[in-house]
């Protein structure tokens, strides 16, 4: 078990969280663009997906796949799904020059980044973004 393997079940928790609130989108009608929120939970996706897989956490393409639902629920144009996808890339390799191996920071950062993907999407729901 990883010296993070205490923290395993609220991790889970909170991707599980992540991942209701994604799925809480309704299915929308084409939106030409898309929120700046969207943009901002692109990036946390792209960086929680490299920061989990950095400590160990056996989730695969999870966060990958957060963002193709992400991106199937928003039905942005191309351009606008070509931007998203660059967010999520941006962010993926941001962190993992920032965070060459998991620390108790990496660990922390992904905790809150997660916090704040939630947030993202419950409020995207919200504003009915996905209608």
């Not at 692109?42 to 796949?65: M, S």
């Not at 890339?89 to 990496?106: G, L, Q």
């Not at 992904?110 to 729901?125: F, I, K, N, T, V």
Request: net charge positive; aromatic share 8%.
């Amino acid at each position: 078990m990883s010296r993070f393997g205490t923290e395993k079940a609220r991790h889970h928790a909170a991707a599980a969280l992540v991942a209701f609130a994604l799925a809480m989108l309704p299915a929308p009608a084409a939106h030409a663009s898309f929120p700046a929120k969207a943009a901002q939970l692109a990036e946390i996706l792209g960086a929680v997906h490299h920061l989990r897989a950095l400590c160990d956490t056996n989730e695969g393409q999870l966060w990958r796949n957060k963002m193709i639902e992400m991106i199937d629920r928003l039905k942005p144009d191309e351009a606008g799904r070509q931007r998203l996808v660059k967010h999520f890339n941006d962010a993926y390799y941001r962190y993992r020059n920032t965070y060459p191996a998991c620390t108790v920071t990496a660990a922390r950062q992904a905790d809150r980044l997660m916090q704040d993907g939630q947030r993202l999407s419950e409020e995207l729901a919200a504003q009915g973004y996905g209608r």
